[in-house]
């Protein structure tokens, strides 16, 4: 039965969706392919910006798509349109047969087997993704203007904005193939921010905050992301530098999110079958500290990484992914484990909920604890540049945050680079915080790593 939510502010119902699937399919199978997959898609927004308390933006989107893949045996092609016309999507389907034609056998091209993809029950569970803000441009305005007030009111030394958001957004599939996969859903995704600047005499610093929720009535309040972004930005002030060496630092909990999301990279099916992963042979083997663990659950009702099915339609399952530091698994797609010999772990499209922990955190071990934990070195809140390098693991980023003395924070600290390499971080991590935040579809507390090159003064 079609869930009535998922028709709610979109211009096409899911009952259409569905047909046009079917007529895709049928276009290709007539044409002559041997296979085929389509996925026929709508998306809906408003977002609105503010700067000290002028409307800036207001922006309203409506995107549509249908993509589709044709296979004539081990040879593909894609196309797509924006154009729902049946004419369209004719003309669509020819575009991605006749490249085909003319494409080179690929032995790994194909769509996932069939015993993979997710069953009609399976396709069909609900995760509870779906929750539209019935919300209009003046509201979100007021929103967003009380968040940047708020950042303003805490203290005179707010003296600048680089502006405040609010975002509200769904979407909604319908993808099927040839192998007899069907399914799709509706989901949202609400967004409030804002990005204070501090000031005092000659010296300037920015912070921000947000809060990102599928249920907006789930997101902080305004006036507490603009009160606790001005703190982030108060708190910068009389920055210094520190002197070059290597100490331990600790990665504050959405930065450490970047370090999961390395990790991730490097054991995915793309990056392991073109040899470029810093961890190629790691199915097996103990990358991390042993007392750390990092978990996958795609069917967290509400998770920001939350789904029945990957981007093929292959079931998503519960998985331990590292084992008291083993690696006990990788990301494939039905592509990629076929390049490795291996068979599909659904993640075409990327990995879901992933959460970080360590066997050795207690309950108590909220951000003061690892300070202390810490006890002397570098407590880091924000990264700058890219420098990460996927082949080799060596890892090198502009730094700022603040320098801990005797588990108690001295002095901000800005303009420092940090260095080291990425299996002996992953190796060296001391602790893992009860201070969990969730970054996208990562969830990770403060992260202690026993020791790093810090270049300083």
């Known amino acids: 039965m079609t869930d009535p939510r998922a028709e709610r502010g979109f211009a096409f119902s899911r009952a259409q969706f ?3 699937v079917e007529d895709t399919l049928a276009e290709a199978r007539r044409l002559g392919a041997s296979d085929a997959g389509v996925e026929v898609s709508e998306g809906v927004g408003l977002s609105v910006s503010v700067r000290k308390g002028e409307l800036e933006n207001v922006e309203r989107n409506r995107d549509k798509s249908l993509g589709v893949g044709v296979y004539i045996d081990k040879r593909r092609g894609s196309a797509s349109s924006s154009d729902f016309s049946p004419e369209a999507i004719g ?43 019935d919300i209009d441009a003046e509201a979100a305005t007021e929103l967003a203007r009380r968040c940047e007030a708020a950042a303003f009111a805490a203290s005179a030394r707010i003296t600048n904005s680089e502006g405040a958001g609010v975002s509200a957004q769904q979407a909604h599939f319908w993808a099927g193939n040839t192998r007899g996969f069907r399914g799709g859903y509706a989901s949202s995704r609400h967004y409030l921010s804002v990005a204070p600047i501090a000031s005092k005499g000659r010296e300037m610093q920015r912070d921000a905050w947000h809060s990102s929720m599928r249920d907006a009535h789930e997101l902080a309040a305004p006036e507490a992301v603009g009160r606790y972004a001005a703190e982030r930005a108060l708190a910068r002030l009389t920055s210094r530098r520190v002197v070059t060496g290597e100490v331990p630092v600790l990665f504050e909990a959405p930065v450490a999110a970047g370090l999961l999301g390395a990790f991730v990279q490097a054991v995915s099916g793309a990056s392991l079958y073109r040899k470029a992963s810093f961890l190629p042979d790691s199915l097996g083997q103990r990358v991390f500290a042993a007392h750390v663990d990092l978990d996958e659950d ?83 809140t ?59 579809s990562k969830t990770v507390g403060s992260v202690l790593v026993a020791r790093m090159k810090l270049a300083g003064a």
């Open 382 to 440: 924000e990264l700058m540049g890219q420098g990460v390098n996927g082949v080799t693991g060596d890892y090198s980023r502009g730094a700022a945050g603040f320098w801990v003395e005797r588990g108690r924070i001295v002095h901000p600290v800005h303009e420092v680079t940090i260095a080291g390499n990425l299996r002996r971080m992953f190796d060296d991590i001391v602790a893992i915080g009860a201070d969990a935040y969730t970054q996208g």
């Open 298 to 380: 795609p069917h967290q009702p509400k998770g920001r990484g939350s789904a029945p099915f990957d981007d093929e339609g292959v079931r998503t399952r519960a998985r331990r992914v590292v084992d008291a530091g083993v690696v006990q698994g990788w990301f494939l797609s039905s592509y990629s484990a076929r390049k490795l010999g291996l068979r599909t772990t659904g993640h075409a499209g990327g990995a879901h909920n992933l959460r970080l922990a360590s066997r050795l955190t207690r309950p108590e071990d909220d951000l003061e604890a690892m300070l202390r934990k810490l006890d002397r070195g570098l407590f880091v």
């Open 18 to 20: 569905q047909q046009m």
């Open 91 to 133: 003309r669509t389907v020819r575009a991605a047969y006749d490249i085909a034609r003319f494409t080179a056998d690929d032995p790994a091209a194909g769509l996932p087997d069939a015993e993979d993809l997710a069953t009609p029950a399976e396709a069909a569970h609900d995760l509870d993704l779906f929750h539209p803000w």
